[in-house]
């Protein structure tokens, strides 16, 4: 009996919700050279003086915040029966594909990337954040910590703009079944007005599987995860072109095999550190 390949009802992969463009972070297309873009570290100073005394001299503080391109790739063979036999359309599938992954890989790098290895620097490997440590082994998170990372990013006046927690499936499990207070029936994460978010502490509350769960804390190894909270449009995603695709038909010719290759110059930057706050040891089981 033959089989009927059902092209059309093609069944994709469950990837990673990309989330900190929806949260409100920016994109800054069609990059050519490295670029500065420069901010305000610090402001003029205010004196009171006496009657026809004199002003002392302040002076605003400038600094840059400096992207430059980094590239990512990914690369795959199809084989000659795959590209003839295949009836999902061969070529488009593997481009759509890569795009897809690097996406995925930069929207990664975006919340935590190490600024080593060729990689860019995210925002939980971004000196200055704020921080809200749950223990010397991690903690299972509470509203407190929920609290503490609000109050992290105003004590700095950074409360403003696209402001938003985003953490992990984990994270958002085990905050479903935390009460705020015991015995008030009250839980931490809440349902949210807007598809696709929930709400916590009066803010907008997103998951993505990006968020790592892999983080560790004294002797929690490789099992904490990461609760983000801040103003999303003060994370930048600088592009250098679009995604590159070349199509070699020559490295492994003779077995009739092309090889697709993506590639993607881009860089993540964040305006202002303060504008970000993180627990990266909450313990969810």
């Known amino acids: 009996m033959s089989t009927d390949l059902l092209a059309a009802n093609f069944i994709e992969i469950l990837r990673n919700r990309m989330m900190t463009r929806a949260l409100g972070a920016m994109t800054i ?20 003086v006496a009657e026809s005394g004199a002003v002392t001299e302040s002076t605003p503080v400038l600094a ?7 590239t990512c790739g990914a690369w795959t063979d199809l084989s ?10 061969a070529d488009a599938f593997v481009r759509a594909d890569l795009a897809s992954v690097l996406a995925l890989a930069l929207d990664a790098a975006g919340i935590a990337g190490t600024g080593s290895n060729n990689q860019p620097t995210g925002i939980l490997s971004t000196t200055g954040i704020g921080d809200v440590a749950g223990g010397t082994n991690g903690l299972a998170p509470a509203w407190s ?9 105003a004590i ?17 499990g085990a905050l479903k079944q935390t009460e705020k207070a015991s015995g008030t029936g009250l839980f931490v994460w809440e349902n949210g007005n807007e598809a696709g978010f929930g709400s916590l502490n009066g803010y907008r509350a997103a998951v993505s599987n990006q968020v790592p769960s892999d983080l560790t804390k004294g ?7 990461a609760v983000i909270f801040g103003n999303w449009a ?25 090889r697709v290759v993506a590639l993607q110059d881009a860089d993540v930057g964040v305006r202002h550190a303060e504008s970000f706050a993180a627990m990266q040891d909450a313990l969810t089981a």
């Open 156 to 172: 700095d006046n950074a409360d403003v703009g696209a402001l938003a927690y985003l953490t992990n499936a984990k994270v958002r």
């Open 219 to 225: 002797t929690s190894e490789d099992v904490a995860s």
């Open 234 to 258: 003060d994370l930048i995603y600088g592009l250098w072109g679009t995604v590159d695709i070349t199509v070699d038909p020559y490295t492994n010719a003779t077995s009739g095999t092309v």
């Open 145 to 153: 910590h929920v609290v503490d990372l609000e109050t992290e990013v």
């Open 29 to 48: 297309p069609g990059l050519v050279g490295d670029v500065a873009i420069p901010k305000q570290t610090g402001g003029a100073t205010a004196y009171w």
């Open 64 to 70: 840059q915040l400096a992207l430059a391109p980094k």
């Open 80 to 89: 000659r029966k795959y590209i003839r036999q295949s009836a999902i359309g």
